[in-house]
């Protein structure tokens, strides 16, 4: 009796996501764990990106978003269950995201306080943005 409680309570809980809410900083992006920058392409193109992150925009220039192509994009990364961590510029896009994410929709989610402005004044030196010859427009 008690382990089919015990397993009901484990794949219940797996329908959950799960929230982190941690400051960056270099030391972290040292970690095995995706790190998914939801930045706009000019921004990325300003300050470049943490090396090895994915750049999949949330929010257009114009505070539009399309939830439906964003997590379309963001599941061709992040494989059912697994931890990844979302980047912004200061963290206030991701504070607003994650949260939605992880409990709504039940991704676990690490949500990078400070975004990349923190990383760069901390002396972090991001990697060039570089758009994919698939995605330049002809």
């Not at 329908?15 to 972290?28: A, D, K, P, W, Y």
């Not at 790190?35 to 925009?57: A, C, F, H, L, N």
Request: with cysteine; net charge positive.
């Amino acid at each position: 009796m008690n382990r089919v409680i015990l397993v009901m309570i484990l794949a219940i809980s797996s329908l959950f996501g799960q929230l982190e809410q941690i400051l960056v900083t270099e030391n972290f992006l040292e970690k095995d764990i995706k790190i998914v920058d939801i930045r706009t392409p000019p921004e990325w193109k300003q300050t470049g990106i943490v090396k090895g992150s994915y750049t999949i925009m949330f929010f257009d220039e114009k505070g539009g978003y399309d939830m439906k192509h964003f997590l379309s994009e963001l599941n061709k990364i992040v494989k059912d269950g697994e931890k990844f961590a979302l980047i912004c510029r200061t963290g206030s896009r991701t504070t607003v995201i994650a949260p939605f994410l992880s409990q709504k929709l039940g991704y676990n989610v690490v949500n990078l306080k400070g975004g990349i402005e923190k990383l760069i004044k901390e002396g972090y030196r991001p990697s060039p943005y570089r758009v994919s010859p698939l995605f330049q427009k002809p």
